[in-house]
């Protein structure tokens, strides 16, 4: 019972952790204000991660590389504990290149996760409190994904299905990550 409940709290830690660095490297992205109370925030949390990476390996064009890589190690670093509290001992040398290739997987998991939230988050105020101060923020975030897919989509009048086709896009993703994950590292 133990070790569920340190498993449970590693996976809320690490994918908590994962999504603000996703979302760092999200904001960087698409330029969106530093000055933005919900851009310090996630600035704040994972400064300390950022920062020394970012000293190696600078940003470039609209990628935000160190935040990127952060979020890559993180990853590992929770397969690692995962396979630790589960096995009771650290993967061998010859599980390196899977660590490697499913921590991938695993922040990639996380980005669509982070996908599914605001998408919903976005949909539900729109309809409860459209003129909510993080509406813009929720906007400006979930535009590039949603703007493509409206252009693809017939006009249906008042109703936008886009956020639907989003999440259904998204939770399939997520389906075949997680599949792909655990066939290749066995989590």
Do not use: E
Not at 36 to 55: C, G, M
Not at 71 to 86: E, K, R
């Amino acid at each position: 019972m133990v070790q569920n409940i340190l498993l449970f709290l590693i996976d809320i830690f690490f994918q908590l952790f994962g999504i603000a660095l996703i979302l760092r490297a999200w904001i960087y992205a698409i330029r969106l204000h530093p000055f933005n109370p919900y851009s310090q925030a996630i600035l704040r949390v994972t400064d300390w991660l950022v920062q020394p990476i970012r000293r190696a390996i600078p940003a470039s064009g609209r990628f935000d590389w160190p935040s990127i890589i952060a979020c890559w190690i993180s990853a590992i670093v929770y397969l690692l504990l995962t396979w630790l509290l589960a096995m009771g001992s650290l993967p061998s040398a010859t599980s390196t290149v899977p660590l490697l290739l499913t921590g991938l997987l695993i922040s990639l998991k996380w980005l669509f996760n982070v996908i599914v939230w605001i998408t919903l988050i976005q949909a539900v105020l729109s309809w409860v409190n459209p003129l909510s101060p993080i509406m813009p923020v929720l906007y400006t975030l979930t535009a590039p994904l949603l703007d493509p897919i409206r252009r693809a989509m017939p006009r249906t009048g008042g109703l936008d299905f886009s956020p639907l086709i989003l999440l259904v896009i998204a939770q399939v993703l997520m389906m075949v990550l997680s599949h792909l994950a655990f066939s290749t590292f066995g989590l």
